[in-house]
């Protein structure tokens, strides 16, 4: 199996559009705006493009992941139910029906080139368990190193609302840092990011490279505006944040311009480039940070929320004045400053016992309980940062 380089180190070499063919490992993430067609199902010859400009890369060293939309949209157009509300159910049966029609595609498009995709499945339960994350991790590096081609999509069939990535640019995100990617591509249907929204503003101005995500840009992000797709600038804003944080390259561009791909990585001006900021997470603290749920949450004193915020430090039962919820240790929970949700992490003890040692010294710990495993109620190898007082991250 191929060694990969220290990613940290590589990305930082990355300061702008010319550096972009040191990208070695990307991940495509394709809506359903320009896959599917709302009267003939999928559109091949969009697949067949992609796949003849992926080749290309993938001659040069590239190695590449696609997370695809389209199984849902698929079965909906084999089942006559296109443009009406669906259950549950009904998008669970659509994706069952249109996901091997949209692998056919898929395999087909990339046999003509002598390639072999893989399809990988998943839901957000997938990745919030460490074991089955890491899973996820070796089995694509194990495809990498034969050259197979990944092709993911979330598990629609099985999945609900409490394990659902909400869009696949989240998960395009979440694929991206799995596989320890460099790039994130999102292709979509416009020119990339705009300061305003370009069909209601004719001098809108597309931005080039950002180099980090401020409150404006973020603002700046519209709504959906395809049929099909669930995911608007707003969720790419958000793939982004997680993606680059993670020391994670993203770009949008526009996926109908033939050998955008290509002029991405040959450092054109195409799109709109996001770069990485100093903030970046390890996998552990982005596996905390994004895709685990919260299930309870302790509220801490200004004295231990100035150690957190400031200091680095593990949390103390000292600092805790309140315990909210009903958790086991191990399990994920916030923790509430003066202005909300100020950091996540991994407990140390269960909530029982922590009603029991809150506002006591770590030295009184196994006096209270009869035992003491950790002087800390979250040890700061667990604990993530959040944006203070917004608990940002919460979304994922």
Known sequence: ?????????RIRLI????????????????????????????????????????????????????VTSG??????????????????????????IGQPKLMRAYGNAFARHGRIVAQMLLTKD??????RYLNASNTSETLFSAGVIPIV???????????????????????????????????TDVDGMFDKHPAEHADAQCFDVVPHLTADIIRAAGGSGSS????????????????????????????QQPGVLTALLNGEQVGTLFLCGSDRRSKRQHWIADLLRPVGRLIVDQGAEQALLQRGSSLLPVGVTAVEGVFDKGECIDIVGSHG???????NYS???????RGHSSHDIERILGYKDFSSVIHRDNLVLLHQGTGEEHDA
């Open 351 to 357: 909530a029982e016992d922590l009603r029991k040692i």
């Open 71 to 96: 199984a849902v949209a698929l079965g909906c157009v084999r089942l006559g139910w296109s443009g009406r509300p669906l259950t549950v159910h009904e998008k669970q049966a659509a994706a069952a």
């Open 341 to 347: 949700v100020i950091a996540r992490g991994l407990s």
């Open 15 to 66: 300061q702008d559009r010319s550096d972009l063919h040191k990208v070695r490992r990307m991940v495509v993430k394709i809506g359903s705006s320009l896959l599917a067609d709302p009267e003939g199902g999928i559109r091949q010859e969009v697949i067949d493009a992609l796949a003849d400009e992926l080749q290309q890369l993938m001659q040069r060293g590239m190695e590449v992941a696609v």
């Open 126 to 131: 997938d990745l919030r368990h460490r074991r």
């Open 1 to 9: 199996m191929r060694l990969r380089e220290n990613r940290g180190t």
């Open 228 to 255: 099909f797709g669930t995911g608007g600038m707003a969720s790419k804003m958000n793939a982004v944040r997680i993606s680059t944080r993670g020391g994670v390259l993203a770009a949008i561009v526009n996926g």
């Open 153 to 187: 999509n979330e598990n629609d069939t099985v999945v609900v609302e409490e394990i659902k990535f909400g869009d696949n640019d989240s998960l395009g995100a979440l694929v991206s840092l799995v596989i320890d990617a460099d790039l994130l591509v999102m292709l």
